[in-house]
């Protein structure tokens, strides 16, 4: 288990820290550093924004540590040492961060900063969380709207967490919020779903969509596959109780069947049609069973991944601006 560190207070000056994942995204790194600092700087708060290398392989580092040299007073950068993937790097700029409020922003654009504000808004109205809802998905391809539209609904009906749209990185935090989720030492939990539970007043805001401004989707359909089984997996165990309800009634059927064949062959004798039939029900029942195996696999898999206790990442290095150097270095790791 992760120490839980209570920052101090002069680490909470600031009112708002933007928190930004980056991996391989020097494509889009410039552009980000154009638009993301004005609108931050129109804001009139103090703020931060911590930019984490999640082991970038192109010149990604290299233009973040540039952007701290020209910002250093609003600018933080957490490298990590290997690919830690999302929620990692997410985790480690939350441990990171020093602001009352905490933005989660992605780095390709497709959440515009310009949007920022209205989050902020909801906060000033009360809300501890505020996710948002992209109006237009632009730049994803059908399967990819299509799936999320359908595992949003799934979601929604097979556990406690009320979102609209899950896949938006756009979100909110209030600091309470943001440490319990640090805290929370979960492996391969959603961090907008936990945040989710731990709110007292979450809302929801729409929010604008865009094309990715350069670089690729890190997200495959399997990766994308996997985010969804966490999310039922780590939140309900509803998907069990169902299986066990349609174990219980395949049995019930089956009884039942294997009655009348019994009593069928007392009546009639021997026979040979049918067989067909029953080896689709064979392999209809071998199906059900596989499945079952799989679902239980992937519980037994998140038990097995949180009771190894391995750190989520290990930073390599923090680039800390001067006005925060008293504050002691970013925490190394978090555990699980």
């Known amino acids: 288990m992760a120490e839980v560190i209570d920052l101090p207070s002069v680490r909470r000056g600031r009112n708002l820290s933007v928190v930004v994942p980056v991996y391989n995204e020097q494509a889009v790194l410039a552009l980000l550093f154009e638009r993301l600092y004005p609108v931050l700087d129109r804001l009139g708060v103090q703020y931060e924004v911590v930019f984490v290398d999640d082991g970038s392989r192109d010149h990604s580092p290299g233009m973040l540590r540039k952007q701290y040299r020209q910002r250093p007073d609003v600018t933080r950068v957490v490298y990590l040492r290997t690919n830690a993937g999302q929620h990692a790097a997410i985790i480690a700029g939350f441990a990171a961060a020093t602001g009352a409020r905490i933005v989660t922003l992605d780095a390709d654009l497709q ?62 935090y209030d600091r309470d919020i943001a440490d319990a989720v640090v805290a929370s030492n979960e492996s391969g939990s959603f961090i907008p779903a936990l945040a989710y539970l731990f709110s007292a007043n979450p809302t929801e805001v729409v929010v604008e969509h865009a094309e990715r401004a350069g670089g690729e989707s890190k997200y495959s359909l399997f990766k994308l596959t996997h985010l969804n089984l966490n999310l039922l997996t780590g939140f309900s165990i509803l998907p069990l109780q169902l299986f066990s309800l349609v174990g219980l009634a395949i049995s019930a059927l089956s009884f039942v069947f294997v009655a009348y064949m019994a009593l069928r062959r007392l009546i009639v004798g021997p026979e040979v049609e049918g067989v067909f039939t029953l080896f689709g029900i064979l392999f209809f029942l071998i199906g059900v069973i596989l499945f079952g195996i799989g679902l239980l696999g992937e519980y037994i898999g998140r038990i097995f991944e949180q009771s190894r206790g391995r750190p989520l990442y290990l930073v390599r290095e923090t680039l800390v601006p001067e006005s925060d150097s008293h504050a002691g270095p970013a925490p190394s790791g978090g555990g699980r």
Do not use: F
């Open 111 to 172: 959440n515009p900063p310009e949007e920022i504000p209205k989050l902020l808004a909801a906060m000033d109205q009360g809300h501890d969380y505020v996710g948002s809802i992209r109006r237009k998905r632009k730049g994803d391809p059908w399967w990819r709207d299509t799936s999320s539209r359908l595992m949003n609904q799934l979601r929604a009906r097979m556990t406690p967490i009320l979102m609209t749209d899950q896949g938006c990185m756009l979100r909110a």
